[in-house]
């Protein structure tokens, strides 16, 4: 059994940051045997890729809303997966879940293998 837990999330200014991070757990999963990503979801919208990496992280490919704005790490030896978010905007607050897939096309379109429950990101104005 897979787990992928997110933290970090919180209430912030406009144009502030905030870093998310994803732990896994279960045995066999590692980060570099998957597409690895963030989407998020808005209260009424629908769920929306923010950002991900392919396998072994040789490309990292984000929605054209980040503009710039959220760089996607990874970390081996914690074994985890960051979203760093700066600039942010209130329309930026949402639920932010990390993902896995088979590939990065999957991950991009939905198609996941594991996902989390998510962390609350809130952004004032």
């Known amino acids: 059994q897979v787990h992928l837990v997110e933290s970090g999330g919180g209430l912030v200014a406009a144009g502030g940051s905030l870093t998310l991070s994803c732990a896994a757990s279960?045995?066999?999963?590692?980060?570099?045997?998957?597409?690895m990503g963030w989407f998020r979801q808005a209260p009424g919208k629908e769920r929306e890729f923010v950002g991900g990496?392919?396998?072994?992280?040789?490309?990292?490919g984000y929605a054209d809303f980040v503009q710039g704005r959220f760089t996607i790490s990874k970390n081996n030896v914690k074994n985890t997966m960051e979203l760093q978010m700066n600039s942010l905007k209130p329309e930026d607050t949402a639920v932010y879940s990390c993902?896995?897939?088979?590939?990065?096309?999957?991950?991009?379109?939905?198609?996941?293998?594991?996902w989390g429950q998510g962390t609350q990101v809130t952004v004032s104005s």
């Open positions: 993902a896995a897939a088979n590939n990065y096309r999957s991950l991009s379109e939905g198609e996941l293998d594991y």
């Open positions: 990496m392919s396998r072994g992280a040789y490309y990292t």
């Open positions: 279960g045995r066999s999963f590692s980060f570099d045997n998957r597409a």
